[in-house]
């Protein structure tokens, strides 16, 4: 089954810095990232059913900074379809609470569930992208973050349990499940990670591409 975008829809995408990429420098709030991407693509397709699209992605979020704002930044705007890409900033190499505690996967998963449960009392469709993290090899500078070989392997030990989560939290709650990490891991066993992300975690424009390319087969 795939999501029904009717004509008059308002359809949101929030997140981290991926979903953001740089929206408030650009011209329809979309930023220049995969939600630019599905807009254009959705408008070529379709000229005769209008979108409201929306983007309240902010770079370095995690679960509990969407929760804090999610009333004011998704709630209030009242979307019939919230996109929502999470959990790359929740990992133990990058994010500590202010007394140093590694965020647990039941942790993410209780805030995770607060944002899904008003979104579905409400009926909006809901459609979850897996935080995902490509094999880089050497040093990569991410963010402020210089991360090594070790590093990642912590980094990937970590963001596992959170991918699951995401993938049981979208069949709790019926959500259409975009499987980011699988996706990217495919595509560079032939051109190499890099190729979709540079640092690993951050979309080149071809794997915004691909995001949206997927994204968009989940919509009718």
């Known amino acids: 089954m795939t999501i029904t975008i009717r004509p008059g829809s308002t359809v949101m995408f ?10 408030l420098e650009s011209e ?5 990232g995969y939600p630019l991407h599905i807009a254009g693509e959705w408008g070529l397709r379709h000229p005769d059913r209008p979108v409201t699209w929306l983007n309240t992605g902010i770079g370095g979020h995690k679960v ?5 704002r999610w009333q004011a930044d998704v709630l209030d705007a009242r979307p019939d379809v919230v996109s929502i890409l999470v959990g790359g900033n929740d990992v133990a190499w990058h994010t500590y609470d202010p007394d140093g505690y590694v965020i647990p996967a039941k942790d993410f998963a209780a805030g995770y569930d607060r944002l899904l449960a008003p979104l579905a009392e409400a009926g909006t469709e809901l459609i979850l992208i897996e935080p995902f993290l490509l094999p880089i090899s050497g ?9 090594g070989e070790q590093g990642r392997k912590e980094w990937r030990a970590d963001l596992d349990p959170k991918i699951q989560v ?4 979208a069949r709790e709650y019926g959500a259409h499940l975009l499987a980011a990490d699988g996706m990217f891991a495919e595509l560079a066993a032939t051109t190499g990670p890099e190729y979709w992300a540079e640092d690993g975690v951050h979309p080149t424009p071809a794997g915004h591409a691909a995001l949206a390319r997927a994204w968009l087969r989940l919509v009718a």
């Open 14 to 23: 929030t997140g981290d810095s991926i979903t953001d990429c740089g929206r």
């Open 28 to 32: 329809q709030g979309l930023g220049f």
């Open 64 to 68: 509990m900074d969407l929760e804090a």
């Open 139 to 147: 040093l990569v500078e991410v963010g402020d973050v210089h991360v």
């Open 166 to 169: 995401v993938r049981e939290l």
